[in-house]
């Protein structure tokens, strides 16, 4: 697709609007806007926040850019700049402004103020892009929690029309209790309500959650939780592997819930869960309203790291450090990890050559070829066999249930029928070793 069919126009990067392209067929079309804090070449351009757009339905119709050591606290934007976005705006045909970090309250409506214009920032078009994206119960309550608590401390601005009856009076007497703000207080509080009640909804799933985790501790089977940045093919990875038919799409945030699927690999039994994507400035506010379902990646035992190797290798950087720190803010630094770069038949032989040159805790794979598929899944076995208990059992032969057990989760096994019972040597992962602990032989069986 061009750039006019699509809407998007070129970035600008030196601080500077790019012409717009104008598509008279989008019923929204955005001036992107952004600070780069950084040197110059060291911050991103704003190509996510395009593709997020676009995700959301959106045209681009230009970028514009200023590097300065921090946003204005009121503005964004210095007061120059505001002039040249707001001349962009008009010539461009934009309707939208959309910037690339969180807006205070303060800064959002003084930027409507001076561009004329609705202003939205990228904590707004990624919970949009979520709400359109939640297809489940737990989603759907998810996304509006995260929503409201972004919303909340807006609500004040949605009512200075009617806050100006008590303007002047400020010794809080008689006239100053006007109806703009018993309706900013009234919106509040059924704000704080539902928020409570969808806390109380979602602690309800969390112990559903936890109670299907609970059963698949006590199997004893390892748990392999995929994550990484949005679109890096971890949905794609996931069918992969365990033929699970996860619907996939060219679409940032295209899998919001976590999906947990059973796979085999050398007779032994894995579970493996896909889960939301990350991406640079992930929303506070989301982190916390998906904790029950990022928790799937908190208890797994070994984390594939799932990287996009057809991005440009300072756009990979960018991408694997954002997803080293939503999983560090969820308490998973210290869990093994597997790099694991994608997208491998997007590759030509250079590139490929150089991809894993000095990571020795990386793989190589295309999800959709099944290429490095296999070798993937043998580092993963080896990583498990060095957390592996060895353990010599004695099974009584009408203890069937046991023994199959333990073949389920040990997969291969050694075995000798003996006059006192089936004596079996395994290696069995740790967090199960309890469950053979009556059985283990020294000598004879400690029953």
Known sequence: MSAEEDGTAARASNGTVEAGVRNPRARQRAMAIGVLTGRPGEDSDLAELAELLRTAGVATSGTITQQRAKPDPDRYFGRGKLVEVAEAVKRSDANLVACDDELAPRQERNLETELGVPVIDRTAVILDIFADHAHSAEGKLQVELAQLEYNLARMRGLWTHLERLGAGRMDGGIGTRGPGESQIETDRRLARDRISALRRELRVVERSRGTMRAERDRSGVPTVALAGYTNAGKSTLLNAVTNAGVGVGDRLFHTLDPTTRAFEHDGRRYLMTD?????????????????????????????????????????????????????EEIGVGATPRLVVFNKLD??????????????????????????????????????????????????????????????????????????????VRARVPRAAAHRFEGFSVNGSPSR
């Open 275 to 327: 889960t939301v994507g990350f991406i640079r400035k992930l929303p506070h506010q989301l982190v916390d309203a998906f904790k029950a379902t990022l928790e799937e990646t908190v208890l797994a035992d070994l984390i594939l790291h799932v990287v996009d190797a057809s991005e440009p290798a300072a756009a990979r950087v960018v991408a694997m450090r954002a997803v080293d720190d939503v999983l």
């Open 346 to 423: 997007l590759l030509d032989d250079d590139a490929r050559r150089d991809l894993l040159v000095g990571d020795l805790r990386a793989v190589a794979v295309s999800a959709t070829s099944g290429e490095g598929v296999g070798g993937m899944l043998d580092v993963l076995a080896r990583s498990f066999e060095e957390t592996l208990q060895p353990m010599e059992l004695l099974f009584p032969y009408d203890d069937g249930k046991n023994l199959s057990a333990l073949h389920a989760i040990a997969g291969h096994v050694e075995r000798e029928d003996r006059d006192d019972g089936v004596l």
